[in-house]
């Protein structure tokens, strides 16, 4: 996995754990992770960063509206 260091100003109050889940959560919501790369990054379990992702206002369903289409028609 690999690791980096970002600079932040003292005045902003952010710890290293929100951080992490901010960056995991864009990362998800992105595409870029699944579920369970995502909350590794996070350092939190599957279930508790899905329960989570609505603090982010990202849905759990991270998947294109075509899809569904597609899976109703293949039903």
């Known amino acids: 996995?690999?690791?980096f260091?970002?600079?932040l100003p003292d005045?902003?109050?952010i710890d290293s754990k929100y951080l992490s889940m901010?960056?995991?959560t864009k990362l998800y919501?992105?595409?870029k992770l699944s579920l369970g790369q995502a909350a590794e990054v996070a350092?939190?379990?599957k279930r508790t960063f899905a329960e989570l992702?609505?603090?982010f206002n990202v849905s759990i369903f991270n998947f294109p509206p075509s899809d569904?289409?597609?899976d109703v028609n293949n039903a």
């Open 53 to 55: 992702l609505g603090n």
């Open 5 to 7: 260091t970002v600079k």
């Open 11 to 13: 005045a902003l109050d």
């Open 22 to 24: 901010l960056v995991a």
């Open 1 to 3: 996995m690999k690791t």
């Open 68 to 70: 569904l289409s597609n």
């Open 43 to 45: 350092g939190l379990t």
């Open 29 to 31: 919501e992105q595409g």
